[in-house]
């Protein structure tokens, strides 16, 4: 926490310099979503997992997996509820200490903000509506 001016204590923390929060191309929520994981399994079997999500943004998702699965392979995730189905790059994943499932972290082929059927999504999740509200603003 830090102080502000008047010496209370304030909630939000600054990012440094080379914090991966500055990279971030879009904000992370932290929601639980069922999702289906389908991949390759050994012997290019097609191998299904039920998942659930612990974050996600308009870009990709985490995700705790029973099986490990390497980096730079493609997957494609169904949205449980909506059914609906995104090709996804894995991008990191690596074994929990405790439970022995894996924290995987998945990128979609291409952005995706409407995917996770959020009601109220961050500003940053489409460019394309904050490019449009700024031309409303400025016409005003």
């Known amino acids: 926490m830090l102080s502000s001016p008047s010496g ?3 909630s939000s923390a600054q990012s440094a ?3 991966p929060k500055l990279k971030r191309r879009s ?3 932290t929601l639980d979503i069922p999702v289906e994981v389908i991949c390759k399994g050994p012997q290019n079997t097609i191998r299904m997992e039920d998942a659930r999500t612990f974050v996600v943004s308009a870009h990709g998702c985490g995700i705790a997996l029973k099986t490990g699965v390497l980096p730079g392979e493609t997957i494609v995730l169904i949205h449980k509820l909506s059914r609906e189905e995104v090709i996804c790059r894995v991008v990191m994943c690596r074994q929990q200490e405790k439970g022995g499932l894996w924290d995987t972290g998945v990128e979609f082929q291409t952005p995706a903000p409407r995917f996770w059927h ?3 999504p961050p500003d940053d999740w489409d460019p394309a509506d904050r490019k449009q509200r700024a031309i409303r603003e400025v016409k005003k």
């Open 27 to 29: 904000s992370r929520l």
């Open 8 to 10: 209370t204590q304030s």
């Open 17 to 19: 310099p080379g914090d």
């Open 118 to 120: 959020i009601a109220f």
